[in-house]
């Protein structure tokens, strides 16, 4: 029997490539045997509808076509069935910042595919986050702070592709302010003022920003990035390093590695979860330990 793979792609990923990124790939599929289920998505929310409802009985996977809002909305759809594991997850990268590719080492499309057909299949952790207005799931950041200013800004320039990431991180860290947080790390408890606090479950978010290089999808861990107090001079210098990883090495910045986190402040302020502006505070981040597979 040949193998079926569903497939949700994004038409308007990474400015309108995902149609054009499918037929770059189905032949790579035809020539192993493999027969395409396609869906595509007509709307914000609509993917997670699709992998949260899809008849997967005899399908060898399910992938997604797009960049990090499409993969997040395949995983929160994913993690709303009943064995979310049931089938693997295959990223196939058609957006702007492609988080959890850069973090597989695989931004060709072409390349992702013959992974998908290889079949070699890891364990994916999913971060649950709860607030009081429900539960999400990320796969690649959890930011609070600064890391919502700057998703803001780059939405806004989103017409400027990829190197709108890059802009806005500039602009936002130019202007920076500390904001009051109680944050809760494994139990310990801190209240003080905070530039920006951001759980990662990939090494890389944005593009090429190496925010978390000692991240791993497969860890059972939250590596959680916090800036207390810093120099605008000293923000530039962070921006100008975290593209190596590097910026790991400067005073202003607090690396830990934690299996639950939980942020609350004064006022009720948003968060960026996986790119997207969503929940508000308080809320707890736990990781679920190998909640999907994915090509790798």
């Given at each position: 029997m040949p193998q079926r793979l569903a497939i949700i792609v994004n038409p308007q990923g990474g400015a309108g490539r995902g149609t054009a990124i499918l037929e770059q790939v189905r032949p790579v599929f035809a020539a192993a045997g493999m027969e395409l289920e396609v869906h595509t998505t007509a709307g914000r929310g609509h993917a997670s509808e699709i992998a949260a409802t899809l008849d997967l009985r005899g399908c060898t996977g399910v992938c997604s076509i797009g960049g990090d809002g499409t993969n997040h909305e395949v995983v929160c759809g994913l993690m709303r069935r009943a064995h979310p594991d049931e089938v693997p997850l295959g990223i196939i990268p058609s957006g702007t910042g492609n988080s959890l590719a850069q973090h597989l080492n695989c931004l060709d499309p072409v390349s992702a595919a013959k992974k998908i057909i290889l079949g070699n299949i890891v364990p994916l952790d999913v971060a649950r986050v709860s607030s009081d207005g429900g539960v999400e799931h990320s796969i690649n950041i959890v930011g609070w702070g600064a890391a919502v200013d700057i998703n803001r800004t780059a939405e806004r320039l989103r017409w400027l592709g990829s190197v709108r990431y890059s802009l806005a991180a500039l602009w936002e860290i130019l202007r920076a302010r500390r904001r009051s947080l109680r944050l809760t790390l494994d139990g310990q408890v801190t209240d003080d003022k905070f530039h920006m606090v951001l759980a990662c479950n990939t090494r890389f978010t944005g593009k090429g920003m190496q925010l978390a290089p000692?991240?791993?999808?497969?860890?059972?861990?939250?590596?959680?990035?916090?800036?207390?107090?810093?120099?605008?001079?000293?923000?530039?210098?962070?921006?100008?390093?975290?593209?190596?990883?590097?910026?790991?090495?400067?005073?202003?910045?607090?690396?830990?590695?934690?299996?639950?986190?939980?942020?609350?402040?004064?006022?009720?302020?948003?968060?960026?979860?996986?790119?997207?502006?969503?929940?508000?505070?308080?809320?707890?981040?736990?990781?679920?330990p190998a909640a999907l597979r994915i090509f790798a």
């Open positions: 000692r991240a791993e999808i497969d860890d059972r861990l939250l590596d959680v990035i916090i800036v207390r107090r810093a120099t605008r001079v000293q923000m530039l210098q962070l921006f100008s390093r975290v593209f190596d990883g590097s910026h790991m090495n400067l005073p202003i910045v607090e690396y830990r590695q934690v299996t639950m986190m939980e942020l609350s402040s004064p006022g009720c302020e948003p968060l960026n979860i996986d790119g997207e502006l969503k929940r508000n505070l308080p809320i707890r981040v736990e990781m679920v």
